[in-house]
């Protein structure tokens, strides 16, 4: 693929054993593109290797799931896509474009980086999210070389009922192709942020300049590039290799910090990514989590050890 000049690798803002190399893009209508490609390397040498892709509002943080992979004989590599956390440079709107493919040539460069370079011949991908859906569709496009796909919560169509995903959607495509720029109108309560952060009602750090706890804007252009790949998702994709797909057991929409913005996913419908997983490909593995958050990996102790379990079990069954 060869797609984007690295810089060295230098320590990152994880801290040693984390490094972590710029990626330079061709500009678009901003100005001056990267992506980041974070590393964390096995206890041995492998030829085996994890590229991670994080969700909307976010970037790479989540420390325990790379050491789960190193654990098992896997480098974990994480990209953070153009304009998300390591990436976003003063001039750019956070975490905007107005077509999805536009984060392929970042995935591409972190693929060529893991395979070509450092001679991984057995990557699995992994992604959270909306990386859930920009994974799929990279993959279904793509075709590269991997030997499975791990994705957790991901947005595989529009929350809201039939007025959002009809008449709502039919607005957005419109306004988004004529005003790619305009922010939508919307109200974030920022729970799911607090329920997540240390310094709130959860146990993981993060940047909250990178992450805020209120989210970013959202622009009609980015959000019509959304829908978009959600239509191309539900006529069908073939990622070629087997899929799990991790979610909570369910929906909650608390309007304050309570058990329900711990135990359930309280950013996506649960019931949509059931009904979409197996647009994925031929051989999809769904499995819920009872007590999951919208992020599996940062549930609480005890969903969390069964994510992993699943994980751990589907790995050794289709991929390992």
């Known amino acids: ?54 969700g909307f509002c976010d970037y790479f943080f989540q420390t325990p799931y790379a050491e789960w992979w190193n654990e098992r004989g896997y480098d974990f590599y994480a990209v953070d896509l153009r304009k998300y956390g390591r990436s976003l440079r003063p001039h750019q709107t956070p975490n905007y474009v107005t077509d999805l493919r536009q984060h392929f ?4 460069a972190a693929f060529d980086r893991v395979t070509e370079r450092d001679r991984h011949d057995h990557v699995v991908l992994s992604a959270h999210s909306t990386g859930g859906l920009i994974a799929s569709l990279w993959a279904n496009e793509r075709k590269p070389r991997i030997a499975g796909m791990a994705l957790n919560s991901p947005w595989l169509d529009m929350q809201g009922g039939r007025l959002v995903q009809g008449l709502g959607t039919s607005v957005i495509k419109q306004v988004g192709a004529r005003q790619p720029t305009r922010q939508i109108p919307r109200t974030v309560d920022g729970v799911y942020g607090r329920s997540l952060h240390v310094d709130h009602d959860g146990e993981w750090m993060f940047n909250t300049d990178w992450k805020p706890l209120d989210s970013f804007p959202v ?16 006529r069908g994709l073939e990622v070629g290799c087997p899929v799990l797909v991790l979610s909570s057991t369910g929906t ?11 135990d359930y996913d309280i950013v996506l419908e649960v019931p949509q990514i059931r009904q979409w997983a ?12 009872e007590g999951a958050r919208h992020d599996v990996v940062l549930s609480r102790e005890g ?15 289709y991929v390992g």
């Open 1 to 54: 693929m060869r797609t984007g000049a690295f810089d060295e690798l230098v320590p990152d803002v994880l801290g040693e054993p984390y490094l972590a190399e710029t990626i330079s893009l061709p500009p678009d209508e901003e100005g001056p593109v990267v992506a980041t490609l974070v590393v964390r390397r096995a206890a041995q040498p492998t030829s085996k290797a994890v590229l991670h892709v994080h």
């Open 105 to 108: 040539p970042d995935i591409d």
């Open 278 to 289: 197996t647009a994925l490909g031929s051989h999809v593995t769904y499995v819920a989590i």
């Open 219 to 234: 622009t009609f252009g980015w959000l019509r590039a959304i829908r978009l790949g959600h239509d191309e998702l539900h």
């Open 252 to 262: 909650k929409w608390p309007k304050a910090m309570g058990q329900e913005a711990h």
């Open 303 to 317: 969903p969390r050890k069964k994510a992993y379990a699943e994980l751990d079990r589907w790995l050794t069954t």
